[in-house]
Each structure stands twice: as structure tokens, then as C-alpha cells.
């Protein structure tokens, strides 16, 4: 009888994800379950942890976990800002309005070449400013030094994701391949579309998956590594923007049953932006980006049902708004409406008498808390709760990719390390811990 697959998946979130990610790999380190990951799934800023973790792990947590705080205090952001060719297109276009608004003598002819510029700026933005190229060079400054593909080892197996803006689909790299469903099923019936993997830099792959829209150019993939790049540059030119479009808690591959990625056990490590009830729309700039929440806030509520509470795998997935809680109030809601699969109410052995209907199910819901509890070892588990004004404030941090502080991925770590052990016991029982 074939083991169960045990997968891992990191959503998006930027540094502060990534050092979500890292309490995350802490707790499977002490829980013994580190070296029976089959499968990473990784979106944005877990592609970040994820990538860094399968380089630079080698059996040593603490070696690992200072190596990875040093690169979080370390900002990609400034790489970014203070590119050489950044900057000097920067003060070019600055300089240019006021030298020629100073030779004519006339502000408004300076204040055209300035809109000039702007409409310019606006229609080339991707050719003027590549901030995408200047991030994939400081991600091998800080993160991969030029790192390829290839150079990942063989287990666990990574499945780092992007949205492909072509297809509307994932576009996934890892150890084996790299590849879109829809280039292996085209369409139009044709041959599928193959990739040369084996040399395509880990900075560019990770780029895709954090290649935010609006913000960053979409990554394209070079002639060199397409199979057969004469018979197919007409029927596939991938355009690769942030996973997270598509799929920001990075469960997708672990969860389809046809993907080469699927586990039998999921972890969801969930970093992303919790959803701010407040809005104040001025702008239509505001609404659209409002409206991406939303879509998000739809796709995660999706994911957490379907992946949870209905899925016939064992499915742990925490978040990081997530008081330690909420996880047992969610369950009994849950059992109430007979959204739990059965393989859980038997692992966790509730009592048949408060189980009846949802009236005994109500009475009893401060004993199926405790008794939950009790199962899962609650009072022992070690990691020192964050206060609500702690999580709330690790919920304030940006998910961008600017240095964090040691204060910031410690409450951070240990958060999602207490998290983790909660939902693995609660909702993993294949694991037998």
C-alpha cells in the first residue's frame, strides 16, 4: 500500500509571507515531518521561501533560519529603487522639461515636454521601466546567485506558479518541467507545447510568481528555452504575472487530482492580506484595485471550503489574521452544517449523544471545543501565543518586498508555528503524530 503524499503549499504575501512561511518550516522541523514533504506548492511570496528553503536546506534549522532572517532584513525593494538605469532614466526624465523649458525661456513649453513624458511613460512603461528585470537581478543578489532549475534537489518536488496572462491558467515551474496545462492540451489539437527547463533561472521563475500587475512588466519566456521554438513561437508566447491572480493560497496543484504535484495531506501556509472591511474610494484607480480584493476574498472563501472542511484529503489551512480560537468555533460551525467528511469526525471521536442534531450540537459546543482541545494536546503545545494586538499588528505589515525587522519575523514565525501545529493535529490525522 502506497504511502500518502504529504504536500506543502505557501501563499503569496511578499517578505511577510515568506517569513510566515519560515515558523511554518520550523514546526514541521520539530514535528519530525520536514523530510516527508513529496510536495511544495508555492505562489508569490512563498515561491520567495520556498525556492530559498530547497537551496539552502541541509538538515541544519538554526544554520537555515539565520540565513533566512539575514536575506529578510535585506530589501529587494532598494535594489529595485536605486538600479543604476532606474535612476538615470529618472533624472533624465526630470531633467529633460526643465532644460528645455529653461533654453526656450517658456514654462509651457517645459510643462508639455513634461506631459509628453508622462504619456510616453504611460504607453511604453514595460520598455522605459522594466522593474521586473531590475527585480529578477536582485533576487540573485540576495536570494539565488544565478541559480537554475536543475540546481533544486530531486524531493520534494516544487510546483512554482504563475498566472499566465495567454491562457488564463498556472504556469508552472519545478525540478522536472516547466510548463501551462493548456500548452500541454492545446486547443487547436496540435502537438502540446514543451519548454526547455533544465537551465532557466530560478530568479526569472521566482519573478513570475511575484510579478505583480500594474506594478511589474509580465515575464516572457525566451526563444532558447521553447522545445521547438520554429513549429510553436505562433502558437504559444507565455506572459507571466503574480500567482496570486490566479490561485494565492497555492493549494491548486496540490488538491487536482490529475496534477503530477497532488498529496493526500495538504498544509496551507497562509500569509496573504486579510480582507480591510474599510474602503474609501476617490478614484477609479481605488475601485479597481477594491475590486481585486474582492476577487481574492471570493477565491479564498472558495478554497477554504472546498480544500477544509469538504475535501476528501486531509486539508490543514491556516491563516495569518487567525486568532488560535477561531480554529475550534470553525469546526463545531462546521459539524453543524455537515461540512466535515467523515474520515475527520471519526479521527476526532466526539461523543454520539452531542452529535444528534444542530440544537445538541449548540448545547454542546463549549465540550466540543474542550474536547478537541484535549485531543489535539492544546495546553502543550509550546510556542508562546501572539496577543490580539500582536496579530494585529503583524496583519499592518506590508506585503511587499521591504527589509522586515527582527521583531517583525519573530511574532511573525512564531505565529504561524503555533498555528501550524493546531490545524496539523486538528485536521491531519494520516500523520499520526
Known amino acids: ?88 532614466t529618472m533624472l533624465i526624465l526630470i531633467a529633460t522639461p526643465i532644460c528645455i523649458g529653461l533654453c526656450f525661456s517658456s514654462l509651457v513649453i517645459g510643462l508639455l515636454v513634461f506631459l509628453i513624458e508622462v504619456f510616453l511613460l504611460f504607453i511604453f512603461q514595460f520598455t522605459l521601466v522594466p522593474l521586473t528585470k531590475f527585480k529578477i537581478r536582485a533576487y540573485d543578489q540576495i536570494f539565488f546567485d544565478k541559480k537554475t532549475l536543475n540546481d533544486l534537489p530531486k524531493k520534494p518536488t516544487i510546483a512554482i506558479n504563475a498566472t499566465n496572462m495567454e491562457t488564463g491558467t498556472l504556469f508552472t515551474f519545478s525540478q522536472n518541467r516547466m510548463s501551462d496545462s493548456s500548452y500541454q492540451h492545446p486547443k487547436d489539437n496540435g502537438q502540446p507545447i514543451n519548454f526547455k527547463h533544465e537551465k532557466f533561472p530560478l530568479a526569472h521563475a521566482v519573478a513570475s510568481s511575484t510579478a505583480v500587475p500594474f506594478i511589474f512588466n509580465p515575464v516572457k519566456i525566451k526563444k532558447q528555452f521553447f522545445m521547438d521554438w520554429e513549429n510553436t513561437k505562433d502558437r504559444a508566447n507565455p506572459s507571466l504575472v503574480d500567482g496570486g491572480v490566479y490561485d494565492n493560497q497555492g493549494v491548486h496543484k496540490l488538491t487536482q487530482s490529475n496534477s503530477s504535484h497532488f498529496c493526500d495531506i495538504v498544509v496551507c501556509s497562509d500569509g496573504s492580506m486579510p480582507f480591510n472591511f474599510k474602503f474609501t474610494g476617490l478614484n477609479s484607480l481605488a475601485v479597481l484595485y477594491r475590486s481585486t480584493d474582492l476577487m481574492m476574498r471570493k477565491i479564498k472563501s472558495m478554497q477554504f471550503v472546498k480544500y ?125 503524530l
Open 1 to 88: 500500500m502506497a504511502k500518502d503524499r504529504l504536500g506543502l503549499a505557501l501563499s503569496g504575501g511578499g517578505y511577510r509571507a515568506a517569513a510566515f512561511h519560515l515558523g511554518t518550516f520550523k514546526k514541521f522541523h520539530q514535528l519530525g515531518l520536514l523530510d516527508k514533504i513529496d510536495a511544495i506548492s508555492t505562489i508569490s511570496g512563498g515561491s520567495i521561501a520556498g525556492v530559498f528553503f530547497l537551496l539552502h536546506y541541509k538538515g541544519d534549522m538554526d544554520a537555515f533560519e539565520k540565513l533566512m532572517i539575514q536575506k529578510l532584513k535585506t530589501s529587494t525593494f532598494k535594489r529595485i529603487l536605486f538600479n543604476p538605469f532606474l535612476v538615470a
Open 308 to 432: 477544509v472542511h469538504e475535501a476528501n484529503q486531509d486539508i490543514a489551512y491556516f491563516s495569518l489574521n487567525w486568532d488560535y480560537e477561531r480554529v475550534f468555533d470553525e469546526t463545531v460551525n462546521a459539524i453543524k452544517q455537515k461540512k466535515t467528511n467523515s474520515k475527520l469526525m471519526e479521527h476526532y471521536g466526539l461523543p454520539s449523544a452531542w452529535l444528534k442534531n444542530i440544537e445538541t450540537i449548540e448545547e454542546n459546543r463549549e465540550n466540543i471545543r474542550f474536547f478537541l482541545k484535549e485531543k489535539i494536546n492544546y495546553n502543550g503545545i509550546h510556542e508562546t501565543a501572539l496577543t490580539i494586538n500582536e496579530i494585529q499588528e503583524i496583519c499592518k505589515i506590508d506585503t511587499q518586498l521591504k527589509a522586515l525587522t527582527d521583531r517583525e519575523i519573530e511574532l511573525l514565525s512564531r505565529h504561524a508555528a503555533r498555528l501550524a501545529e493546531i490545524h496539523i493535529r486538528l485536521f491531519c490525522p494520516g500523520l499520526h
